[in-house]
């Protein structure tokens, strides 16, 4: 799952990218409000954790302008501002929450996962294939009802592959889904999570292959049963 934080102090900006990364999300951060959304023209996103008081844009208008980009997409508001009337304008304007500063990172997380399950309601948060499971807001993966212990990685890389099964994922594309701008780094970064996640499923004796289409990407298959 990848977000878009926008934030303007650096320091808590950095403190909920480095938590929800450690807890397996994707995440874009930004100071400004025109680089989230010139960042959110170039990727999709999964959900939007936005300040209201930014330097160059109020935060609602660039929610607004977000969901131009991405219709739909969840977002909760993170300020501190508490007055009634701002949290009435914030959940008007459509955000799907809103905390209060100073928070707990947890509940944020908690939060965030909260509003992933309800707009996932309306779309599937489970996949599988041969025996594979993955819940995409837990995030746990497991083979014939046994948990498969990956990384973040990993478990993004089997989430993209489960959504479309038999159908090829460009690299370009897996890549976009996997790895914030900031990390998209070593070119060799996915090609090491598909060995990896496909010794991982060799082990737990799991019926599917990850197929390579030299060039192009990658699609899991269902292999035929023994
Ligand atoms: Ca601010």
Redesign the pocket.
């Known amino acids: 799952m990848r977000v878009l934080l926008v934030?303007?102090?650096q320091a808590i900006r950095e403190m909920i990218a480095d938590h929800l990364r450690e807890r397996g999300f994707a995440v874009d951060a930004f100071e400004r409000g025109e680089h989230a959304l010139a960042g959110a023209r170039v990727a999709p996103f999964d959900a939007v954790v936005l300040?209201?008081?930014?330097?160059d844009i109020d935060g609602m208008q660039l929610l607004m302008a977000l969901r131009t980009v991405q219709p739909e997409v969840p977002a909760i508001i993170v300020?501190?501002r508490d007055g009634v009337e701002e949290r009435l304008r914030g959940l008007n304007s459509g955000a799907d929450d809103y905390i209060v500063k100073p928070f707990n990172l947890l509940e944020l997380e908690a939060r965030l996962r909260a509003v992933l399950r309800r707009v996932g309601s309306r779309r599937e948060t489970r996949y599988s294939l041969g025996g594979v499971a993955f819940d995409t807001v837990s995030r746990e993966a497991t083979v014939l009802g046994r948990p498969l212990d990956l990384t973040r990685r990993e478990a993004a890389l089997l989430e993209e592959l489960l959504r479309v099964p038999g159908q090829v994922l460009t690299k370009d594309r897996l890549e976009d889904r996997l790895y914030a701008m900031e990390d998209a780094g070593s070119a060799n970064a996915l090609e090491a999570a598909v060995s990896r996640l496909r010794r991982k499923l060799a082990q737990a004796h799991a019926a599917v292959s990850i197929e390579t289409k030299w060039g192009i990407g990658y699609r899991l298959i269902e292999e035929p049963s023994a």
């Open positions: 934030e303007d102090h300040d209201l008081g930014l330097p300020t501190a």
